[in-house]
């Protein structure tokens, strides 16, 4: 024989076949008489040798089983694997879309109190094709009441438009955190699927849900294909036990262990598996020490199944395999006993055939290594594979974070544009305020040299005095436009809303002739958690807006009411203008403006400014008759005003 083989098991099976011929010398020590009385016996070896054959064959068959299922366990972990990953990229493919949708500001305008109907109709359109190209199987959106009002499927038999989902936990867990997730079956379609929610906020505080419902049924049957072909059953269970999706499709709302009565009646309530009866599923376990289960019903269980399963990472969910050992095991068991009776038998009748038989199993062996081989290096090429593809993804975070940077860069630098630019619309007014006190400074410094030229001292000190408020008057103009010209700080301070408002009417003094102004402003005023000129910025923009409103009105009137209400500082401003185009819902959109030589930023920086402040910016219509915009703006804790 040549050196090739697998050593590790040549030895073992020579201590094995000599076993047998090594037993009798303890008789013949024993009783030397009887020995030789069994010896001259034609039986004795025949019963020898079946007894070394039998023997052999048992304790070979126990280390082939043992051995074919620690191979079975490794190949099902692999597959394992390569199951969990595809399924969770599966889910990854569709996570992302909620959240995109989330921020449309059509789909955000379809869940207010009363949308248009024409862009209901184009937000169909736009889920529909948006269905089509992700694959998911329907998308809607629904509104604060738990109603649908859009949905790619909208036309169509079984639309969801007019369903009411009030009561699913997806709904209610993205109206509360943002987002939700629930598997469950349709109460409309009838199919099951993930339903993967978020949260949609929408015109004048009020929110609705947007859903993505995904269906597994290609995957599915991509499980029961692979059954087929590799008598493996594939199943995805949640935290309960309940079997959500499986190739065996008699197996899908099943369960691992029974399910609690309470826990059957939430089920029930929810609607999430319609009338499943949510029977455990026909597996018990198997007493053979290698965690075996039967899997079948009746009194004899039909056949043997490896179990295994993994957490499905994002989810509460875990994948499990069962894989069919019968055959199997079954095979290198009676190929392991045949070896086995064969190498012992075959040794009584000599050590060629014993050489012979050791050379086959070598062979065997090397076939099997092989085999093991080519199915790690699979394995390896496809974890080589998920990790390419893990730093593509980590390569796409990085950049998409690099591009969120650049955005909010951007937006501080518009932000600061349109400060720049609205200097333009005041400065006529700035200059009107700066001119009136310039013109008195010098009727002040004429008077005052010809009072010193007459010796009236106190007169000619009474005017300079009167030049030096002037002076600093003018000084404070000039503050005022240089902090809302500079960028912002990013800072919050506390601040007294009633200085921010004098101030800011300050800055459109000049533009307030011949307006009816209300002012309402509290004692003590309010601080807030903001910049000083910042907070000016807005308030100047909303008060420009209302003198332009109010510019063709024949009894002008603006009311600038300020106000505390629970743990929050309300700031409002209102006018008897025109009022706000189709219900005021696009006026915070960047670049839509309704005046010939306006930009369109003021309302959205302003709104921007005052969300960067924690608060918020609202418009509606005003008890005057025109547009009422409400600023709400946290208050600062009590010893921070106090100090500030």
């Not at 083989?5 to 303890?26: F, L, M, V, Y």
């Not at 008699?250 to 369960?255: D, M, N």
């Not at 000039?478 to 921010?500: E, I, M, N, Y």
Request: net charge positive; charged share 20%.
């Amino acid at each position: 024989m040549g050196p090739s083989g697998a050593p590790q098991s040549g030895p073992g099976n020579r201590a094995e076949i000599r076993k047998a011929p090594d037993a009798p010398p303890p008789p013949r020590r024993a009783a030397g008489g009887l020995w030789r009385a069994w010896a001259g016996s034609p039986a004795l070896p025949w019963l020898l040798s079946l007894a070394a054959v039998l023997a052999a064959a048992l304790i070979a068959g126990r280390i082939a089983e043992r051995a074919a299922i620690g191979d079975l366990r490794r190949s099902a972990a692999a597959t394992l694997a390569l199951q969990v990953a595809a399924f969770r990229t599966e889910i990854q493919k569709q996570g992302s879309l909620p959240l995109a949708l989330a921020s449309d500001p059509e789909i955000a305008a379809s869940v207010g109190p009363s949308p248009d109907p024409a862009l209901i109709g184009r937000v169909d359109e736009r889920l529909a094709e948006i269905a089509r190209a992700s694959g998911a199987a329907v998308i809607y959106v629904i509104r604060q009441d738990g109603k649908a009002v859009a949905a790619s499927n909208a036309g169509e038999p079984g639309s969801f438009v007019g369903a009411v989902y009030a009561f699913r936990p997806y709904f209610q867990q993205a109206l509360a955190e943002g987002a939700g997730r629930q598997f469950a079956l349709g109460t409309v379609s009838g199919r099951a699927g993930l339903y993967l929610s978020r949260r949609v906020a929408g015109p004048g505080g009020r929110a609705g849900v947007v859903v993505v419902k995904v269906e597994f049924d290609a995957i599915e049957e991509a499980w029961r294909k692979a059954g087929r072909e590799g008598a493996e059953t594939v199943m995805v269970t949640d935290p309960r036990g309940i079997v959500l999706m499986a190739s065996e499709p008699a197996w899908r709302f099943g369960t691992l262990q029974p399910v609690p009565d309470e826990e059957r009646r939430l089920v029930r309530e929810r609607l999430e598996f319609g009338a499943a009866p949510l029977a455990p599923l026909p597996l018990h376990p198997a007493a053979d020490g290698y965690g075996l289960v039967r899997v079948g019903s009746g009194a004899l269980p039909a056949r043997l199944a490896l179990p295994l399963d993994a957490a499905i990472p994002g989810t509460t969910w875990r994948l499990h395999t069962l894989t069919r050992i019968g055959v199997a095991v079954a095979r290198e068991r009676v190929q392991a006993q045949v070896i086995a009776g064969l190498a012992v038998g075959l040794a009584c009748l000599g050590l060629a055939e014993i050489v012979g038989r050791r050379r086959r199993l070598r062979a065997s062996l090397a076939e099997a290594a092989a085999r093991r081989s080519e199915l790690e290096e699979r394995v390896r090429a496809r974890t080589q594979a998920l990790t390419e593809a893990n730093r593509q993804l980590k390569a796409e975070i990085a950049e998409r974070q690099r591009t969120e940077a650049e955005r909010q860069r951007l937006g501080r630098e518009l932000a600061h544009a349109g400060r720049l630019a609205a200097l333009g619309q005041f400065a006529a007014s700035m200059a009107h305020e700066i001119n009136q006190p310039l013109a008195a400074i010098r009727s002040y410094a004429d008077n005052a040299g010809i009072l010193i030229q007459r010796e009236r001292f106190p007169e000619a000190t009474e005017n300079l005095a009167a030049v030096g408020r002037l002076t600093e008057r003018i000084a404070g103009l000039t503050r005022q436009l240089k902090g809302f010209a500079r960028k912002a700080s990013g800072r919050r301070d506390p601040v007294a809303l009633d200085q921010v408002v004098r101030a800011s009417l300050e800055v459109v003094e000049g533009r307030l002739s011949g307006i009816d102004l209300a002012l309402a402003l509290p004692e003590p005023s309010p601080y807030v958690l903001g910049e000083g000129p910042r907070l000016e910025q807005v308030v100047v923009n909303l008060v420009q807006n209302a003198l332009d409103a109010v510019g063709s009105v024949k009894n002008p009137r603006i009311a600038v009411t300020v106000r505390v209400t629970g743990e929050r500082a309300v700031l409002e401003v209102g006018d008897n203008g025109g009022g706000l185009p189709d219900g005021g819902g696009q006026v915070f959109d960047a670049f839509f403006t309704t005046k010939a030589n306006g930009l369109g930023l003021g309302l959205a920086i302003s709104r921007g400014i005052v969300e960067e402040c924690g608060g918020t910016l609202s418009a509606g219509a005003s008890p005057e008759g025109g547009a009422l915009f409400r600023v709400e703006l946290p208050l600062a804790p009590a010893g921070q005003g106090a100090a500030a």
